[in-house]
Protein backbone atom coordinates (compact mmCIF):
# COMPACT_ATOMS: atom_id res chain seq x y z
CA UNK A 1 0.00 0.00 0.00
CA UNK A 2 1.22 3.36 -0.84
CA UNK A 3 0.21 6.67 0.72
CA UNK A 4 0.46 9.69 -1.36
CA UNK A 5 0.54 13.34 0.11
CA UNK A 6 0.56 16.54 -2.38
CA UNK A 7 1.36 19.99 -1.22
CA UNK A 8 2.41 23.05 -2.75
CA UNK A 9 -1.02 24.15 -4.28
CA UNK A 10 -2.37 27.88 -3.79
CA UNK A 11 -3.38 31.23 -5.84
CA UNK A 12 -1.75 32.53 -8.56
CA UNK A 13 -1.69 35.25 -11.20
CA UNK A 14 -1.33 34.74 -14.93
CA UNK A 15 2.33 33.79 -15.55
CA UNK A 16 3.25 33.24 -12.19
CA UNK A 17 5.16 29.71 -11.50
CA UNK A 18 4.10 26.90 -9.01
CA UNK A 19 5.67 23.90 -7.71
CA UNK A 20 3.69 20.83 -6.26
CA UNK A 21 5.64 18.06 -4.36
CA UNK A 22 3.96 14.40 -3.90
CA UNK A 23 5.45 12.63 -0.61
CA UNK A 24 5.21 9.14 -1.11
CA UNK A 25 5.52 6.67 2.31
CA UNK A 26 7.06 4.10 0.22
CA UNK A 27 10.04 3.69 -2.45
CA UNK A 28 8.65 4.61 -5.62
CA UNK A 29 11.51 4.06 -8.36
CA UNK A 30 11.42 0.99 -10.06
CA UNK A 31 8.41 0.09 -8.40
CA UNK A 32 5.25 2.00 -9.56
CA UNK A 33 4.46 4.52 -12.28
CA UNK A 34 4.12 8.03 -10.59
CA UNK A 35 2.17 10.62 -11.99
CA UNK A 36 0.12 13.88 -11.61
CA UNK A 37 -3.29 14.41 -13.00
CA UNK A 38 -5.68 17.21 -12.25
CA UNK A 39 -9.37 17.71 -12.30
CA UNK A 40 -11.88 20.12 -12.89
CA UNK A 41 -15.40 20.42 -11.84
CA UNK A 42 -17.96 18.07 -14.10
CA UNK A 43 -14.78 17.13 -16.22
CA UNK A 44 -12.83 13.81 -16.13
CA UNK A 45 -9.48 13.62 -14.27
CA UNK A 46 -6.64 14.45 -17.46
CA UNK A 47 -3.34 12.97 -17.31
CA UNK A 48 0.05 15.64 -16.81
CA UNK A 49 2.79 14.24 -16.65
CA UNK A 50 4.22 10.58 -15.81
CA UNK A 51 7.27 9.22 -14.69
CA UNK A 52 7.56 5.57 -15.69
CA UNK A 53 9.16 2.50 -13.61
CA UNK A 54 12.26 3.27 -16.27
CA UNK A 55 12.51 6.71 -14.69
CA UNK A 56 11.35 8.23 -18.49
CA UNK A 57 9.19 10.86 -18.61
CA UNK A 58 5.72 11.31 -20.20
CA UNK A 59 4.09 14.47 -20.80
CA UNK A 60 0.55 15.83 -21.82
CA UNK A 61 1.16 17.09 -25.24
CA UNK A 62 -0.63 20.34 -24.20
CA UNK A 63 1.59 20.82 -21.45
CA UNK A 64 5.05 20.00 -22.70
CA UNK A 65 6.88 22.98 -22.15
CA UNK A 66 5.54 24.45 -19.21
CA UNK A 67 5.58 22.01 -16.99
CA UNK A 68 8.09 19.41 -15.82
CA UNK A 69 8.17 16.76 -13.15
CA UNK A 70 11.62 15.63 -10.94
CA UNK A 71 11.61 12.24 -8.97
CA UNK A 72 13.75 12.62 -5.94
CA UNK A 73 14.06 9.27 -5.29
CA UNK A 74 15.87 9.53 -1.60
CA UNK A 75 12.82 11.56 -0.45
CA UNK A 76 10.46 10.04 -2.42
CA UNK A 77 9.32 12.92 -3.86
CA UNK A 78 7.66 13.98 -7.26
CA UNK A 79 7.97 17.48 -7.81
CA UNK A 80 5.75 19.23 -10.25
CA UNK A 81 7.08 22.51 -11.77
CA UNK A 82 4.70 24.88 -13.33
CA UNK A 83 5.59 27.51 -15.40
CA UNK A 84 3.52 30.29 -16.83
CA UNK A 85 0.50 29.44 -15.21
CA UNK A 86 -2.76 30.49 -17.17
CA UNK A 87 -5.79 30.24 -15.85
CA UNK A 88 -7.28 27.43 -17.89
CA UNK A 89 -4.36 25.52 -15.38
CA UNK A 90 -7.09 26.32 -12.29
CA UNK A 91 -7.82 22.44 -11.07
CA UNK A 92 -6.91 20.11 -7.71
CA UNK A 93 -3.83 18.51 -8.87
CA UNK A 94 -3.18 14.68 -7.84
CA UNK A 95 -0.31 12.22 -6.92
CA UNK A 96 -1.40 9.29 -8.28
CA UNK A 97 1.21 6.00 -8.29
CA UNK A 98 0.14 3.14 -10.26
CA UNK A 99 0.75 0.12 -13.15
CA UNK A 100 -0.28 1.07 -16.48
CA UNK A 101 -0.48 -2.10 -18.76
CA UNK A 102 0.86 -0.25 -22.13
CA UNK A 103 2.12 2.79 -22.70
CA UNK A 104 -0.24 4.92 -24.21
CA UNK A 105 -2.07 4.45 -21.12
CA UNK A 106 0.62 6.50 -18.60
CA UNK A 107 -1.63 9.34 -18.30
CA UNK A 108 -4.90 7.43 -17.82
CA UNK A 109 -6.37 7.61 -14.60
CA UNK A 110 -7.67 4.24 -14.30
CA UNK A 111 -4.39 2.71 -14.59
CA UNK A 112 -3.42 4.24 -11.58
CA UNK A 113 -4.53 2.46 -7.91
CA UNK A 114 -2.44 4.73 -5.24
CA UNK A 115 -4.01 8.61 -4.95
CA UNK A 116 -3.20 11.89 -2.82
CA UNK A 117 -5.89 14.14 -1.89
CA UNK A 118 -5.40 16.41 -3.95
CA UNK A 119 -4.19 20.12 -3.78
CA UNK A 120 -5.73 23.06 -5.17
CA UNK A 121 -4.25 25.32 -7.89
CA UNK A 122 -6.02 28.34 -8.30
CA UNK A 123 -4.81 31.10 -11.44
CA UNK A 124 -6.29 34.47 -12.07
Known amino acids: HVQLVESGGGSVTTGESLTLSCTASNYLHGRHFIGWFRQTPGKEREGVAA???????VYAKSLKGRFTVSLNNAQNQLDLQMNNLKPEDTAVYYC???????????????????WGQGTQVTVS
Open 51 to 57: VDIDNST
Open 96 to 114: AAGHPKYEYRVLSSSDYTY
